[in-house]
């Protein structure tokens, strides 16, 4: 049996934004042209990616498939700095690659419901070179073309707070496989990211909602615990090849684990 690295990604109609993220960077390990593990490595400009959707199939691991998809992906990124979200029996695997923790992101799961607060925009409303423009305070990498596509998404729903001198904070609510998740959610202050929040939590009344924290930013524990929100899962941030420039008090919610 041979073994054979494509870069395909078989995307149904509502998932077109990983694509649009980087559309080589998603590879498929097959053995015999059966599908054994997969792993995504996004490029978002010259210096910065994103590594994630990293999986074995059980009866496969142990076999070498892992390591091959794993150097696929370094492979892909080059010499930009790498993030990745790693469940934390892992870490020490990732630092052996030269990653190195800088932070946990904490799953926080809460309900939808409650009123919306007044003064908030549908970002949709708002010019796309403005979203970019504050995209790039709270997150490392240019992204445009993937963040068309992920504020217009399918069942998804996206908030800004806007004010004379233009956005100070977004928001976007997705559909998921139980309920709802939140990502991104910058904002300027902790009262902006309320408002988004309660914004977006109402948009999904009755249903679960899950919002991915920074530890790095404590202003944003405290507001998933006054909304209710409980830590149910956490995960390892870790980089490696440089520090980043990114204002990690403007970042209440991660976009994805999967995308950074």
């Not at 649009?20 to 053995?31: E, I, M, N, P, V």
């Not at 070498?64 to 934390?88: K, P, S, T, Y």
């Not at 990498?141 to 399918?154: C, D, H, N, T, V």
Request: charged residues 20%; positive net charge.
């Amino acid at each position: 049996m041979t073994r054979q690295l494509n870069r395909q990604w078989r995307l149904r109609r509502n998932t077109g934004y990983l694509y649009a993220a980087d559309a080589q960077g998603f590879f498929l390990g097959r053995l015999g042209g059966v599908p054994v593990g997969s792993v995504s490595a996004v490029r978002y400009g010259p210096d910065f990616g994103f590594r994630g959707l990293y999986i074995v199939r059980a009866e496969y691991r142990g076999r070498g498939f892992g390591l091959e998809l794993w150097r696929a992906a370094l492979n892909h990124l080059g010499d930009r700095a790498i993030g990745l979200d790693g469940v934390i029996a892992q870490q020490e695997n990732y630092r052996r690659s030269g990653f190195r923790l800088a932070f946990r992101n904490i799953r926080q799961r809460g309900q939808g419901g409650g009123a919306a607060p007044a003064g908030l925009t549908e970002l949709a409303t708002v010019p796309f070179d403005e979203i970019a423009r504050y995209d790039r305070i709270a997150f490392p990498g240019p992204r445009e073309p993937f963040l068309k596509s992920w504020i217009a998404q399918p069942q998804a729903f996206a908030l800004g707070a806007v004010s004379g001198r233009g956005l100070t904070g977004y928001g976007v609510l997705r559909a998921c496989g139980q309920g709802f998740k939140i990502g991104p959610l910058f904002a300027d202050d902790e009262g902006t990211a309320e408002r988004l929040l309660a914004g977006l939590l109402a948009r999904a009344p009755g249903a679960p909602v899950f919002l991915d924290t920074p530890e790095a930013n404590p202003a944003a524990l405290a507001l998933a615990a006054r909304r209710g929100m409980a830590p149910v899962f956490e995960i390892a941030r870790m980089y490696r090849n440089g520090a980043l420039k990114m204002r990690l008090d403007r970042r209440f919610g991660v976009t994805s684990f999967e995308l950074g």
